[in-house]
């Protein structure tokens, strides 16, 4: 049975893992990345941020991040499941319980950011109450060319 479990310092090595293994598979690590996976803390904690973690018999395999975006907004960011749990639900799961947490935040908005080519997590994001709308800033990664937002 998976466990949707919170940060702690004990699973950092485990969020840039699984991060890093889905960004270098289709693209590459981006400055950004880099910095927000190698301190998740400073990047996403300490500012009002979130990150989950999906645990499976006592092991890491999936993660994602609620970051301040300001004005009680957040981007669900830094998503991943790794490759060998893919297709048990647990991106859905995380998802879910990341929706539920922008709400105990009274979030004003939950946006995201991703890549057309990542087929599988739109449909997933479409699926859930994510519906693409157009980017109202510049993207801070390369890779974006998708910009959703959360109408449940």
Same mark, same amino acid.
């Given at each position: 049975? !998976?466990? #949707? #479990? ?7 090595? /485990?969020?840039?893992r699984?991060?890093a293994a ?6 590459r690590? @981006?400055?950004?990345?880099?910095e927000v996976l190698?301190n998740?803390?400073?990047t #996403? $904690?300490?500012?009002?941020g979130?990150?989950l973690f999906?645990?499976? /018999? =006592? @092991? #890491?395999v ?10 009680g ?6 998503m991943? !499941?790794? @490759?060998?749990h893919? =297709?048990?639900?647990?991106?859905? *799961?995380?998802?879910?319980a990341?929706i539920v *947490?922008? *709400?105990t ?9 991703s890549?057309s080519? $990542?087929?599988?997590?739109?449909r997933?994001?479409?699926t859930?109450?994510? !519906? ?9 990664? @390369?890779r974006? /060319?998708v910009?959703? !937002?959360?109408?449940g």
């Open positions: 049975m !998976v466990e #949707i #479990i919170p940060f702690e310092p004990r699973y950092r090595d /485990d969020f840039k699984l991060n889905w960004l270098e598979k289709f693209f690590l @981006e400055p950004i990345d880099e190698s998740p803390e400073r #996403i $904690l300490d500012s009002g979130h990150i999906a645990r499976l /018999d =006592g @092991e #890491i999936g993660t994602c991040a609620l970051i301040p975006g300001g004005g907004r957040f981007e669900l960011s830094k991943a !499941v790794d @490759e060998r893919q =297709g048990l639900g647990l991106g859905r *799961k995380l998802l879910e990341a *947490k922008s *709400k935040l009274c979030a004003t908005e939950l946006f995201l950011e890549s080519k $990542l087929s599988t997590a739109i997933l994001y479409e859930s109450g994510f !519906v693409h709308t157009p980017r109202q800033s510049a993207s801070h990664y @390369e974006a /060319d910009y959703m !937002v959360y109408k």
